[in-house]
């Protein structure tokens, strides 16, 4: 399961829950310090230094050459005691595929709650439960406040990737500076996913200084590619399977005991955990998907967290070729493309693929 680049929305809700997730962001607020003055110290890591290093010139790279606008972000760095800078929850239904959102001013529906505390992330879950829903806890590297407070860097960011994944998630969160649609997550991540990971081999490319194979990295990103594809292959298939499950069971009058309904859906699940590496036969070895839908882990929230990040690629090559190949003319003519609200997920799909417009690149506001 991916959390690395998930979104922090959940500071903007409002209530007691604000209240907790402003003063968990205000902590990290005050123990922020310049990047450049914790590079002179020399007082962090030779790994973590390496990487702070690149963050200037990565940044650079991301606004002339691709469009981004990352802003004031990325100049000052926190330094965590924890693992991980905060903790999402997610929920679903447990007798369809139907995934929990919550709804936060100007960002729109979300799918999860966000917690700078693991034991809140834990209570919350608790809670969730208790309201009968299947539930996912997991720990965020990195996240976005996209564009209303500055983003610092955070230690988990450095410690959880090697150089060219680091490089790739900079481009990533600034993407969603840049260009986020309310309401359509997945949309969001799988664009930011596809074109941090192309600008990131341009960018190893242009600076062999920095002793990073870009032929590797973008061996592993094919083979993760092959991987993915397989993976959204048995995605599909075990959603219909499932969602016929759910349809039989609202005609059983034996599963309207619920013991009984658990038992059996975990049947399911177990055959899904069975049948998933003969599936995949092999691709997925030494890809982020190797340990996927592992037995007694599974349950609809873990499904349909994978359906968030695992959903279209292929619309996004449709566009990056419609824009001549330019990563820099795809962002524009995106942000002219989605400039209106879409109706639903179908139609702003529809949009990427059909979106050519030519648009000058001395248009792009810097």
């Known amino acids: 399961m991916k959390f690395c680049n998930i ?8 209530g007691c829950y604000t209240l907790e997730q402003g003063v968990g962001q205000i902590n990290l607020f005050v123990n922020q310090k310049p990047i450049d003055e914790v590079i002179q110290k020399n007082q962090e890591p030779q790994e973590r230094l390496d990487k702070l290093k690149v963050v200037q010139p990565v940044l650079e790279y ?42 936060f001013p100007i960002v729109g529906s979300q799918p999860y709650l966000g917690f700078f505390n693991k034991e809140s992330a834990l209570k919350e879950r608790e809670k969730l439960l208790k309201e009968n829903y299947d539930t996912l806890v997991g720990g965020v590297s990195a996240f976005s406040l996209l564009g209303y407070f500055p983003d610092p860097l955070y ?78 292959e048995y995605l599909v298939k075990i959603k219909i399977e499932l969602n016929q499950f759910y349809e039989n069971a609202k005609e059983n009058r034996e599963f309207k005991n619920e013991q009984i309904f658990l038992a ?55 566009a990056f070729k419609n824009s001549g190949g330019t990563l820099k003319t795809m962002l524009k003519n995106l942000e002219v493309c989605l400039s209106s609200s879409p109706k639903d997920e179908e139609d702003l799909w529809q949009r990427v693929e059909d979106c050519q417009k030519p648009v000058s690149l001395g248009e792009h506001k810097e």
């Open 7 to 14: 979104l922090l929305t959940s500071f903007l809700f409002t």
């Open 62 to 103: 991301a606004k002339s050459e691709i469009g981004l606008t990352p802003g004031k972000s990325y100049q000052k760095y926190v330094p965590l005691k924890d693992p991980y800078v905060t903790w999402i929850v997610q929920a679903a239904d447990k007798r369809s595929l139907n995934l929990k959102t919550w709804w």
């Open 155 to 232: 230690s988990s960011m450095l410690d959880h990737y090697t150089m060219p994944q680091f490089i790739e998630t900079l481009i990533h969160e600034s993407l969603h500076r840049t260009l986020y649609i309310p309401n359509y997550y997945s949309f969001n991540e799988n664009l930011a996913d596809f074109i941090a990971k192309k600008a990131t081999k341009q960018y190893l490319d242009l600076h062999p200084e920095l002793n990073q194979d870009s032929k590797k990295y973008v061996e592993e990103y094919q083979k993760n590619l092959v991987a993915q594809k397989k993976f959204q």
């Open 264 to 318: 059996e859906r975990e049947i399911k699940f177990n055959k899904i955990a069975a049948e998933y590496k003969a599936f995949m036969n092999g691709v997925e070895i030494g890809t982020s998907y190797e340990n996927s839908f592992q037995n007694g882990k599974i349950n609809n929230a873990v499904i349909l967290g994978y359906s968030i990040y695992e959903a279209k690629q292929e619309p996004l090559e449709i």
